[in-house]
């Protein structure tokens, strides 16, 4: 199943803003979608492809800010570039530091803004890629019974088959057949891939 193409989401409450980065995103063949407020931007859908928003900071009702934390709260966080025409620099400090792509200060050259957008294109097309790769491993894992968990946990503990059974109070056999089903439903070759396996499910807990 192919991806859709890459959209741009504009929003500023200013049309002529809006018209004219809607023009120049189009000139160099990308989709966009232009919004006069963060309100009618939540009431649509995002396209199943890579995805970014150009935020204005200065909107009526939810700031551009504001809106950058509560899209952080959301399942698919978009990459956001933030333009301005009142930036300082508390301002800016706080819109990186929450993960913003760019921040760009109006006027700005239209090659600044062009190659903001195909970094955020970029950025959400590798988070995106991340996110399916976590979901597949996540499924895999749920594969698994209790008892194959605890058998991957000692593994990668470094326990022999041995030890294992030892553990379990069962036989150095049924754990090689315990072990090899984890192995197999996680589609790890060896230990080393184990581990890594564990340590992407660890790190997307964790976020």
Same mark, same amino acid.
Request: proline letters at 5%; glycine letters at 6%; a negative charge.
């Given at each position: ?10 929003? &500023?409450?200013?049309?002529? #803003? /809006?018209?004219?980065?809607? $023009?120049? @995103? ?6 966009? %979608? ?53 930036? &300082?620099?508390?301002?800016? #400090? /706080?819109?990186?530091?929450? $993960?913003? @792509? ?6 700005? %050259? ?66 090689? @057949? ?30």
């Amino acid at each position: 199943m192919s991806e859709e193409p890459p959209t741009v989401h504009v929003i &500023d409450d200013d049309p002529s #803003v /809006r018209d004219a980065i809607v $023009g120049m @995103v189009n000139s160099v063949g990308l989709r966009v %979608r232009a919004f006069e407020s963060t309100q009618a931007f939540l009431h649509e859908r995002l396209p199943d492809g890579p995805n970014c928003l150009v935020l204005d900071v200065r909107l009526p009702g939810l700031s551009g800010l504001d809106f950058q934390n509560e899209l952080k709260k959301t399942d698919t966080p978009v990459p956001i570039i933030f333009i301005t025409g009142f930036g &300082d620099v508390p301002m800016t #400090v /706080r819109a990186m530091k929450a $993960g913003a @792509v760019e921040f760009l200060t109006k006027p700005f %050259r239209d090659q600044d803004l062009l190659d903001a957008i195909a970094h955020a294109l970029d950025q959400d097309r590798v988070a995106r890629h991340e996110r399916a790769e976590l979901s597949t491993l996540r499924q895999r894992f749920d594969s698994l019974t209790e008892r194959e968990r605890q058998v991957m946990t000692f593994v990668l503990a470094g326990k022999l088959n041995r030890e294992i059974a030892a553990q379990f109070g069962t036989s150095e056999i049924t754990v090689k @057949v315990q072990r090899s089903r984890v192995m197999r439903k996680l589609q790890a070759e060896s230990v080393i891939d184990l581990a890594h396996i564990a340590a992407k499910l660890d790190s997307g807990a964790s976020k």
